[in-house]
């Protein structure tokens, strides 16, 4: 099947600092990739849709000043974390799709402490 | 709007068959989703329904209900490597996919 990578698999930042990861799918073209958040015993959040070429769309309650969103290409999407803060710290997860079909591929996850 | 209700904790035995049902309300509904996650990882794909009925994949199969709103996941021939937490998701004709609470499964010997 797809895959579909994440970078780094787990940070720990200081309040304050910026936190950037990468995903990428490996073996097929993502027009458009989603990014989730996921709290301890939670369900996945959306966040966001990554449109490759275009200003993401953010969900409601999601400040797109603070998660920074770029599709540069097919394969890559990064989410950046700004002014990080302790409530932040979150399971950061990015899926793609593969063309033609709807099925979601899921990169593994980075898990984002703030101290 | 979106919502999407399925149990929060399921036990089951070893070697025997579980269902975990979920129920669905979406706008523009174009299928359903059911992922496995194990605690601390991204979730992995187990099956994706679009057309009404079941849908058989190994030891599990998916149901569809697109009038009722509803699915199930059947889990045969429990093995403990089976407790997870299972999520389906519901994804719209846009593309975007609303994820369930999940169900806690618990497979004891």
């Known amino acids: 099947g797809a895959v579909v990578s994440q970078h780094p698999s787990w940070v720990i930042c200081k309040s304050g600092t910026s936190v950037k990861i990468e995903c990428r799918s490996l073996?097929?073209?993502?027009?458009?990739m989603f990014w989730y958040r996921q709290f301890p015993k939670q369900s996945l959040m959306l966040m966001a849709t990554s449109n490759e070429g275009s200003k993401a769309t953010y969900e409601q309650g999601v400040e797109k000043d603070k998660f920074l969103i770029n599709h540069a290409s097919l394969t890559l999407s990064t989410l950046t974390v700004t002014s990080a803060h302790p409530e932040d710290s979150s399971f950061y997860i990015c899926?793609?799709?593969?063309?033609?079909?709807?099925?979601?591929?899921f990169g593994p996850g980075t898990r984002l402490t703030v101290l | 709007g979106q919502n999407i209700d399925q149990p929060t904790e399921m036990t089951a035995t070893e070697g025997a068959i579980v269902q975990i049902n979920c129920t669905y309300q979406?706008?523009?509904?174009?299928?359903l989703f059911w992922y496995q996650q194990h605690a601390g990882e991204a979730p992995t794909f187990l099956s994706y329904?679009?057309?009404?009925g079941l849908e058989e994949k190994g030891r599990f199969s998916s149901f569809l209900s697109r009038s009722k709103g509803y699915s199930y996941l059947l889990l045969k021939e429990l093995q403990m490597k089976d407790s997870a937490s299972y999520l389906c998701?519901?994804?719209?004709?846009?593309?975007?996919?609303?994820f369930g609470d999940g169900t806690t499964l618990t497979v004891k010997p």
């Open positions: 899926s793609a799709h593969s063309g033609g079909t709807d099925t979601q591929y």
């Open positions: 329904n679009v057309l009404d």
């Open positions: 979406t706008s523009g509904f174009n299928g």
């Open positions: 998701a519901a994804i719209t004709n846009a593309g975007k996919s609303t």
């Open positions: 073996d097929f073209q993502a027009t458009t």
